[in-house]
């Protein structure tokens, strides 16, 4: 595969949307935020700073336990300022957390420990990364699966949205976090 000098692949320019070229923007590149459509259908390219293909070289067996980890352990939001999506993952097991490290990718951070608490630890993942892992756990979630898809769809179609079609969005991703009757 021919590497660009932007760091792309060759598989990793087509937009899975409409088929075209990627091609850097010059402000994303600065941010690091990554790659969108040539014709702007806002689909999300990997970031230019950071090579994902290693997510590929995960089982079934691994995603199936992640899908676990994340409808058990983990957050999924959008950002408030609209840019993209989160995916934090907490528990207070840290061979797990480094396991899962070690397959994903990312920093371990250590939460503020309060009284009487065991101490936890921590793996966020923003826009791409988080739209990469939720892209491939997603046939294996279970309870947050519709609210993963939404996102990836948010994800995707950010660029070209309204504000006024993302606050709808957003109206419905609260109401699938509604606690209650």
């Not at 934090?88 to 009487?116: A, C, E, F, H, V």
């Not at 179609?157 to 504000?163: H, V």
């Amino acid at each position: 595969m021919a590497k660009y000098s932007d760091g792309c692949y060759d598989k990793e320019r087509h937009c899975r949307v409409c088929g075209k070229n990627f091609r850097p923007l010059k402000t994303n590149i600065v941010k690091g935020n990554g790659l969108h459509c040539s014709n702007r259908c806002g689909q999300i390219g990997r970031s230019s700073f950071k090579d994902y293909s290693y997510l590929d070289l995960l089982s079934e067996t691994d995603w199936a336990y992640i899908a676990g980890i994340i409808d058990g352990e983990g957050a999924i939001w959008f950002r408030t300022d609209f840019k993209g999506i989160c995916l934090s993952i907490g528990n207070t097991d840290k061979p797990l957390m480094n396991w899962l490290r070690g397959k994903l990718g990312g920093k371990i951070y250590l939460p503020k420990i309060t009284p009487r608490r065991k101490q936890g630890f921590m793996l966020s993942y923003s826009t791409v990364p988080a739209y990469r892992i939720l892209e491939r756990a997603l046939p294996y979630l279970i309870t947050k699966k519709e609210r993963a898809t939404m996102l990836m769809e948010f994800a995707t179609k950010r660029l070209i949205m309204s504000t006024e079609e993302k606050l709808v969005l957003l109206e419905k991703f609260k109401l699938l976090n509604h606690r209650g009757v």
